[in-house]
């Protein structure tokens, strides 16, 4: 059903390999969304058991805080391990099925871009395929709910290696200061991940210059899927570039 104006947004399904992907690559997207009345949901495909710094235990905590901190609900998916995922059919219909369970229209995944964590392409593919899977009425596996067509599949970079190259994202405004201070907590909630680097630091500068590509304060790219469609040319009033 598309949203009438008085209808509250639709929801949102965002995923990550590792319990901070979401926070770091597009958290400030969350906390905006959220703030807006739209539900949103995060999937985590591990807990960070391979990272140098620390346990599972706590990277399950941190994750459990910052998705708090964000307003979005949380769940864990024992997928292979951190550093093993796989891509399999398997994997693609299990998350098909959360998929048909939370009936998202917008669904979140890290880019497909080779050179940064192999668990990040790897999920952006199950997930893409999972996108699909979720409408096929005839999969047995997935009979016990109804079939389920998001409207968007868009990619997050969770660094700034996991940037498409040649690709123009678009590019979401996450300007206002409370925005950026629940997005900053958000990363924060990730202690054990700071000790190597100030990764909130790293995510704010992004974001300050893509911002400045397009007259804005911070701004996070997402990179469709699909092109995008529009009914008319009315909502197509602002452009990164100023002409
Ligand atoms: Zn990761």
Not at 1 to 27: Q, R, V, Y
Not at 70 to 82: H, N, S, V, Y
Not at 148 to 168: C, K, N, R, T
Request: glycine content about 8%.
């Amino acid at each position: 059903m598309k949203p009438t104006p008085t209808s509250p947004p639709e929801p949102l399904l965002a995923f990550g390999a590792h319990p901070d992907d979401i926070e770091f690559g597009c958290g400030g997207i969350i906390a905006r969304e959220t703030r807006a009345g739209r539900p949103v949901h995060f999937v985590v495909c591990s807990r960070g058991e391979a990272g140098t710094n620390g346990t599972p235990g706590q990277r399950t905590a941190e994750a459990k805080r910052a998705a708090k901190i964000l307003g979005a609900t949380l769940e864990f998916i024992p997928f292979d391990g951190d550093a093993h995922l796989e891509v399999k059919a398997a994997h693609a219909i299990k998350l098909a099925g959360i998929i048909r369970r939370v009936k998202p229209a917008l669904v979140l995944a890290p880019t497909l871009e080779p050179n940064q964590h192999p668990d990040h392409p790897r999920l952006g593919q199950l997930v893409r395929d999972a996108a699909r899977l979720a409408r096929y009425g005839g999969l047995k596996e997935l009979k016990s709910r109804p079939a389920h067509a998001i409207s968007q599949l868009l990619f997050y970079a969770v660094s700034p290696d996991a940037e498409p190259a040649g690709i123009q994202p678009v590019l979401i405004d996450v300007s206002a200061p409370e925005v950026i201070s629940t997005w900053v907590k958000a990363m924060e909630a990730h202690a054990s991940q700071l000790r190597t680097r100030n990764y909130p630091a790293l995510q704010l500068a992004r974001a300050g210059v893509n911002g400045s590509r397009c007259g804005a304060v911070a701004a996070i790219p997402l990179y469709p899927n699909d092109p995008l469609v529009f009914a008319s040319l009315a909502p197509l009033t602002r452009a990164a570039r100023r002409f």
